[in-house]
């Protein structure tokens, strides 16, 4: 079969007009669509969803088979616009945070315009960190590691072959699990996520088990948190925890960029006295274009929050330079650890706001919107530059389908949020003002988050500046311990020369001086959520020691072997099957497996539960 050409003539060819017009139909109308029912059936029922990037990629992948290998591209481009789509109806629960605040409702058109305009800045932001945090850093970001591995295997009969039964296999325990998590209250309340063990299963030890100490951690010093007033009586330990771990990372963050702006100086004056190397085309990007893009649409949220929506022009910016902050920030942080703290950010935009002197909760909740919603969509923008980035796929025309999917997730977002909440009267009601009421299986958990944040905002506690203040603390020193160890010749030496050294450099990377990007989802998350992702870790670093050749050696300490955990040569060994590229191990397809098996399950609860709904 030549380059291009299908398997089956009804297909057009590939890069053709009727072909990104078939992607297109099928991304926007089919895959989008499910996955945004899924997400804000999710968000209602929940407080949380699963993204839609490895979903989108199964189903993708059976339109394309037919064009061979060459078809994984054409997936990608699906997945990236239905990702979208799902991404933006999650954030339908923010209407119904307006309605609980007692905010007037603004016209639906009115709403459609605010959140494309947000999700078209938030996805150029995303752009603008991809060489950073994609190709410089090389997080691993576990979802799109998977979707890459999903994409490979359905549209290569090679990789299929060689692959299927460990992917396959995976996919179907991970329907099961959660199913079993959602109908057995023992699982249910152990916090069981077929999800969760899976993205450890593909990060490893390294990065997981930083998430378990630092949650151990937080359940021993709560006691004495709940002393001086931090915690309420039954507060866990994450209402206080998340302000820690956000401050961890942009602790970590100073050191890293700080360090990165130094080499890009180095780098500048080297390339300026050599010849420039040719980058390839399909990582091309129009920087100042992207630039003018960004700023375009900056200027368009503040126009449509102040013109339209008749929000205050200083905050409505404040939110948009916060995005710039957060959507590195948290891009970092679901890169290692797959998970994308978006409502920890939202709630840290609201206590800045209030520092500022804010007091009204409704124009706190536009602004921080901005931060949401871009942070939500930026994010999700760099997870499917991971998947690229593996795929070789062209960056310009999945950023083309990315806007075309925000265009589509403005106006289901707004569809949804009122189809939910005129079928289901309870998600009106503000919880805090009613506990009583009866809410069936519509927790709002992400909703009473957002209104528990943001209805006191001109009451900031002074503990939460402290914990802020520790918290970045914490992650600079330790940020900058790791790179003084880490950069001794010697340690790299001993760590590298024996089992003995490796065992010591395991447990400075993953206990003494465990990365505050990975430390900081204990903060996050509860316990048990914590002790799910770190067995997937663990399960995925004993099997790659099982199955390794030779003596183990630790990665050299450069950026890139250092987020991504494991070494090199461990990695290069885990696979014993010579077919599969080094990074589609047997731990990262079954890994990857459970993670889309979840996501399968959610996607045929929120059908059934929308058809339950209308009916």
């Not at 802020?468 to 160890?485: A, D, S, T």
Request: charged share 15%; aromatic share 8%; glycine share 12%.
């Amino acid at each position: 079969m030549e380059p291009g050409a299908p398997r089956f003539r009804l297909l057009p060819p590939v890069g053709t007009w009727k072909y990104h017009l078939l992607l297109s139909a099928v991304a926007i109308f089919i895959l989008g669509p499910l996955g945004g029912v899924a997400a804000s059936y999710m968000n209602f029922s929940m407080g949380f969803f699963v993204g839609g990037q490895v979903l989108a990629g199964i189903l993708g992948s059976a339109v394309t088979y037919g064009y061979g290998p060459d078809g994984k591209h054409g997936a990608n481009y699906m997945q990236t616009m239905a990702a979208s789509v799902a991404s933006l109806c999650a954030m339908s629960v923010l209407i119904q945070a307006m309605v609980w605040l007692g905010m007037p409702m603004p016209s639906a058109w009115k709403l459609m315009l605010f959140v494309g305009c947000i999700g078209m800045f938030g996805v150029g932001v995303g752009m603008l960190y991809t060489p950073l945090l994609v190709d410089k850093l090389q997080l691993e970001y576990p979802s799109g590691h998977a979707v890459a591995n999903i994409l490979r295997a359905l549209t290569d009969k090679r990789l299929l072959k060689a692959s299927i039964a460990k992917l396959g296999g995976g996919t179907a325990l991970g329907g099961l699990v959660a199913a079993l998590a959602e109908r057995v209250a023992v699982l249910s309340s152990a916090g069981l996520s077929a999800a969760t063990v899976g993205a450890g299963m593909v990060v490893g030890s390294r990065i997981t088990v930083p998430a378990i100490v630092s949650g151990v951690i937080g359940v021993l010093i709560s006691p004495s948190l709940r002393e001086i007033g931090w915690l309420g009586p039954n507060d866990p330990f994450r209402k206080t925890g998340f302000l820690i771990a956000l401050a961890m990372i942009c602790g970590a963050a100073v050191v890293d960029l700080s360090l990165l702006a130094v080499k890009a100086i180095a780098r500048i004056r080297e390339r300026a006295r050599a010849p420039a190397e040719a980058e390839p085309e399909w990582k091309r990007v129009n920087l100042p274009r992207l630039i003018a893009w960004v700023v375009f649409w900056a200027v368009a949220v503040v126009v449509v929050a102040t013109q339209v929506l008749d929000q205050p022009a200083g905050f409505v910016a404040f939110g948009l330079v916060l995005a710039l902050l957060f959507v590195l920030i948290n891009g970092i942080a679901y890169g290692i650890t797959d998970q994308n703290p978006i409502s920890s950010a939202f709630v840290l935009s609201v206590l800045l706001m209030s520092l500022l002197g804010l007091k009204d909760p409704l124009v706190g909740l536009m602004a921080a919107s901005i931060l949401l919603i871009s942070t939500s969509v930026g994010c999700d923008m760099q997870q499917d530059r991971s998947t690229g980035w593996r795929l070789g796929t062209n960056r310009l025309l999945q950023f083309r389908y990315q806007v075309m999917g925000i265009f589509m997730g403005a106006i289901l977002c707004v569809v949804l949020a009122k189809v939910f909440m005129t079928a289901y009267p309870v998600l009106q009601v503000n919880l805090f003002d009613n506990p009583d009421a009866k809410q069936g299986q519509w927790s709002s958990a992400m909703t009473f988050k957002f209104v528990g944040a943001i209805k006191d905002i001109g009451n900031l506690s002074g503990y939460k500046v402290n914990a802020m203040l520790i918290g970045l603390g914490i992650g600079f020193v330790i940020e900058v311990l790791r790179k003084v160890v880490r950069g001794s010749a010697g340690y790299q030496r001993f760590v590298q020369g024996s089992r003995a050294g490796f065992a010591v450099g395991w447990t400075m990377d993953a206990v003494v001086l465990a990365s505050p990007y990975a430390s900081s989802f204990g903060g996050f998350v509860d316990l048990p959520v914590s002790l799910w992702y770190g067995a997937g870790g663990i399960i995925m670093s004993v099997w790659s020691t099982a199955t390794a050749r030779g003596p183990l050696v630790k990665a050299e300490p450069h950026a890139e072997a250092e987020v991504k955990g494991d070494s090199p040569k461990v990695e290069a060994a885990k696979e014993s099957d010579e077919e599969l590229p080094s990074d589609m191990s047997t731990t990262s397809l079954i890994g990857g497996g459970l993670i889309a098996g979840e996501s399968l399950y959610f996607l045929i609860a929120g059908i059934l539960g929308l058809l339950a709904l209308v009916g």
